[in-house]
T-cell receptor, first 113, second 114 residues
Framework: QQQVKQSPQSLIVQKGGISIINCAYENTAFDYFPWYQQFPGKGPALLIAIRPDVSEKKEGRFTISFNKSAKQFSLHIMDSQPGDSATYFCAASYLGGADGLTFGKGTHLIIQP | KAGVTQTPRYLIKTRGQQVTLSCSPISGHRSVSWYQQTPGQGLQFLFEYFSETQRNKGNFPGRFSGRQFSNSRSEMNVSTLELGDSALYLC?????????????FGDGTRLSIL
């Protein structure tokens, strides 16, 4: 059972554009939503994370938007750069959950120069 | 500060064999989690150890097991290997609970089953 659905699977954005990746979750117990970035041959690296008590969190060019009622959250990458080309994963977890981080299936992002 | 170190980086085994993978967490981190990454299933949680005790376990068969040592280093073992066990195995460490604290991933062990 996939508890976190991520879209799109792949995304091509022009340099300088905005990259948007969306995730939807089912388990209302989730209360921690991180985003990870993974380059080929490397492990995932935490980009930014949000708790449900805020609707938006920004760190540099990366912003998470969170909609608790819709059970959706999204990652926006402003002024996308070729170096941002990677696979991005959303994830969710909650205290007391037995499943660790539940990950989305990932989005392969390509920024064209 | 050194990151999470996983050894070996690559491993080739045949069906029926067993394998042990190793993970050294970031110094001071006491929680170690293991994940399996495959193209089809994505990243799936295997188990989490804290202070030498398994705190959480994902939905994997009993052939997958792990342990943690007093220095927080962790190993995972897979017995009676099957072709479907071919995957990238990732280890992640965090200070305490992996729920609200950043998990730092190693670069993984790529396991291929022939």
């Amino acid at each position: 059972q996939q508890q976190v659905k991520q879209s799109p699977q792949s995304l091509i954005v022009q340099k300088g554009g905005i990259s948007i990746i969306n995730c939807a979750y089912e388990n209302t117990a989730f209360d921690y939503f991180p985003w990870y970035q993974q380059f080929p041959g490397k492990g995932p690296a935490l980009l930014i994370a949000i708790r449900p008590d805020v609707s938006e969190k920004k760190e540099g060019r990366f912003t998470i938007s969170f909609n608790k009622s819709a059970k959706q959250f999204s990652l926006h990458i402003m002024d996308s750069q070729p170096g941002d080309s990677a696979t991005y994963f959303c994830a969710a977890s909650y205290l007391g959950g037995a499943d660790g981080l539940t990950f989305g299936k990932g989005t392969h992002l390509i920024i064209q120069p | 500060k050194a990151g999470v170190t996983q050894t070996p980086r690559y491993l080739i085994k045949t069906r029926g064999q067993q394998v042990t993978l190793s993970c050294s967490p970031i110094s001071g981190h006491r929680s170690v989690s293991w994940y399996q990454q495959t193209p089809g299933q994505g990243l799936q949680f295997l188990f989490e150890y804290f202070s030498e005790t398994q705190r959480n376990k994902g939905n994997f068969p009993g052939r997958f097991s792990g342990r943690q040592f007093s220095n927080s280093r962790s190993e995972m073992n897979v017995s009676t290997l099957e072709l479907g066990d071919s995957a990238l195995y990732l280890c992640a460490s965090s200070l305490d609970s992996p729920v609200y604290q950043p998990q730092h991933f190693g670069d993984g062990t790529r396991l291929s089953i022939l």
